[in-house]
């Protein structure tokens, strides 16, 4: 079992910028890959950023250039950096972990961007 919780959401004006964090309760450093999804109103779950064990990292188009994902191995912990926020970057936000194929969610983090 792995519980992940998320932290460092918030409100933001357009242009600002938040940092993410995911502790994991245990090492990070077997997970297969960690990430962040997103889900805004009336939308779908989608991805937004992963990385593997190996420090190659995924990024959707739409935060390609302005959000950055990194892992602290020794903290248990999977950050994303947000920058140049959008208000359509208006999101409940979610750590996932896959763990022997299975995946691990946290609870979320509302992110609101006011324009």
């Known amino acids: 079992q792995v519980q992940l919780v998320e932290s460092g959401g918030g409100l933001v004006q357009a242009g600002g910028s938040l940092r993410l964090s995911c502790a994991a309760s245990?090492?990070?450093?077997?997970?297969?890959?960690v990430g962040w999804y997103r889900q805004g109103p009336g939308s779908q779950r989608e991805l937004v950023a992963t990385?593997?064990?190996?420090?190659?990292?995924y990024y959707t188009d739409s935060v390609k250039g302005r959000f950055a994902i990194s892992r602290d191995n020794a903290k248990n912990t999977v950050n994303l950096q947000m920058n140049s926020l959008k208000p359509d970057d208006t999101a409940v936000y979610s750590c996932?972990?896959?763990?022997?194929?299975?995946?691990?969610w946290g609870q979320g983090t509302q992110v609101t961007v006011s324009s």
């Open positions: 245990r090492s990070i450093l077997s997970f297969m890959s």
């Open positions: 996932n972990a896959k763990v022997n194929s299975v995946n691990y």
């Open positions: 990385i593997t064990t190996g420090g190659s990292a």
